[in-house]
DNA sequence: TTGTTTTAAATGTATATACAAATATATACA
DNA sequence: TGTATATATTTGTATATACATTTAAAACAA
C-alpha cells in the first residue's frame, strides 16, 4: 500500500499546525531536529526536510548551537508594506492617534456579502475609524468582521490596538489580497480626512485569510498627497 | 583549513548565474543532480540541496521523471502584478494598441538623476508611450534607460514589443520597487490619456534591477476609472 | 499501423552515518 | 570572584545508499 502521504510533509504539517493555533509563539522555540525524529519514528535528516521548507517560506529561524525558533512576524507581505498603520507611523517616529467613529453589528448589502463571503442581509460587525498621523488624518479604515470570526469586536475600544492588530493576534495571518484604485472621496470620506473633495485618494481594499479562512474585508482610504505605498522585491 | 564556502552553496551559485547569463533560459533543462553531483564532484543528494533551494525560489521547477527546468516568469513580483500591460491585455482577451510619442536622449533633472543613480544633466534615453485597450488609453508610460544599459533603445519602434518586453529580455530581472500614489494628471497627461484633469489617475513609480544593476525607471499612469492594481499572495 | 509492455532516466522520499561549527552551560582554576 | 576550559546540545554540511514514482522512449505484439 503506497504511503499516502510524505512523513516529512506530516511534520510540517503538524509544525504549520502548532504555529496557527498558537501552540508555538513568535520567537518561541519549537522541538529539535532530534526530538521530531524521534517522535515520530523518523530519521534526523527527515525532521531536516520539513523545517527546512519552513525555514525557505518564512515561519522558522534557525540558529546553529541553540535551535529552531519561530520566526517574528511572518515575511508574509513583500507585496503590499502597508501592515500596522499604527506601527508604519511610529517607526516614523511620529504620533498615532485614532478616532472610532462607528463600531456596530449592521445587515451587508450585496457587494460587501461578496466580499465578505456571505449573504446579503446577513450580520456583520462594522468599523469606522481615522488613523492621523501628528494630527493629520492619513487613513481612513473601513472594516467587516464575520461575527463567528471575532464575538467580542464590538466590546473593542480599538483605542491602543487596531483592528488588524486585533484580528492578527486572534488569527496569525496567512495569506493576502489587495486591490488598489485612484478615487475622489465622497462627502463623508472627505469631510472624515479633512480633505476637499476634489482630491484624488488611493482605496486600498485589503481582504486577510487564515489557513483559508476569511478573516475580514477592510476598506483604506488615503488621501493623495499625504500617502503612498511603495513595496521593494 | 576550513572550507570558504559550503559545496551545495558553489553548485547553487553557478546555477544562478547561468540562469542570469541566460546559458539556461527559461522553460530549458538544466543538468540532472547525477550531472551537476559528478561535475562538481559531491553526493547527489548535496546537488539536490542547491536545486531544491532555487526551487523553493521560484527560480527553478521540477518534474519527476523528466528533469528540473528553469521557471517560466520567475515569480519573482507577488507584490504588484502590472508586469507587462501588453500581456495582461492580451489577457483579458482585449486588443493592445500603443502610440510612441517620445524617444529620444535627454539630459536628465534632479530628480530623475537621483532615481536613475546618475549625475544630474547627464545623458538619458527617454521613451513616452500610451498603451490602449480597446482603443481605449489605459496607461501612460515613460521611462528613463540609462544608455550603457541599451545601447539600441533609440533604434526600437516598440510596435510589437513594449520598453518592459524589450528590456527584460536584455536582462532578466532580479528585483523591483513600486511605489504608488494617487494623484490628478496634468494637462500633457490629461490630454494623452484622453481624460479630464479632475479625474484621479493612478501613478507608479517602478524601478527594475538586474543582478544589483538598475536597469531603468519607469512612471506608469492609469485613469483611475479605468485601473487598478490588485496582489494576492 | 496501432496499441501494449518494457526499460531507462529523472526526480521524490527516506535512512544511517559522520564530522564541523556555534552556542550555552558547567567545571576547574587562579 | 572572575576567567579560562571542557562539555553537551543543536544545527550545518556531506556522503552513500535504497527504493518509489513519474515520464518518455524503445521494443514488441497484434
Known amino acids: 500500500m503506497p504511503r499516502v502521504q510524505p512523513r516529512y510533509k506530516a511534520i510540517r504539517s503538524y509544525l504549520e499546525e502548532a504555529i496557527r493555533n498558537r501552540e508555538f ?16 519514528g523518523v530519521s534526523r535528516m527527515t525532521a531536516n526536510k520539513a523545517i527546512a521548507e519552513l525555514v525557505a517560506e518564512g ?23 502597508i501592515r500596522n498603520i499604527a506601527d508604519e507611523i511610529r517607526d516614523r517616529r511620529h504620533v498615532h492617534s485614532s478616532e472610532l467613529h462607528r463600531l456596530e453589528a449592521v445587515a451587508v448589502d450585496a457587494p460587501t456579502a461578496l466580499r465578505l463571503g456571505v449573504r446579503e442581509g446577513q450580520q456583520a460587525f462594522h468599523s469606522l475609524i481615522v488613523h492621523r498621523e501628528n ?21 473593542q475600544r480599538f483605542e491602543d490596538k487596531t483592528p488588524s492588530q486585533y484580528l492578527s493576534e486572534l488569527y496569525p495571518l496567512s495569506e493576502m489580497e489587495h486591490i488598489v484604485e ?9 469631510k472624515l480626512l479633512e480633505i476637499d473633495t476634489t482630491e484624488p485618494c488611493l482605496r486600498v481594499d485589503r481582504r486577510t485569510w487564515s489557513d483559508q479562512k476569511l478573516v475580514s474585508c477592510a476598506r483604506l482610504i488615503h488621501p493623495g ?8 522585491g
Open 135 to 155: 494630527g493629520i488624518p492619513i487613513q481612513l479604515e473601513e472594516r467587516f468582521v464575520r461575527p463567528e470570526i471575532a464575538p467580542d469586536y464590538l466590546q
Open 25 to 40: 509563539v513568535a520567537d518561541q522555540q519549537i522541538p529539535t531536529e532530534m526530538a521530531l525524529a524521534e517522535r515520530f
Open 59 to 81: 515561519y522558522l529561524v534557525r540558529h546553529q548551537g541553540l535551535g529552531t525558533f519561530v520566526a517574528e512576524v511572518r515575511a508574509e507581505s513583500p507585496l503590499l508594506e
Open 225 to 232: 498627497s499625504r500617502y503612498r505605498l511603495s513595496s521593494r
Open 182 to 190: 485612484a478615487i475622489l472621496p465622497d462627502t463623508e470620506t472627505s
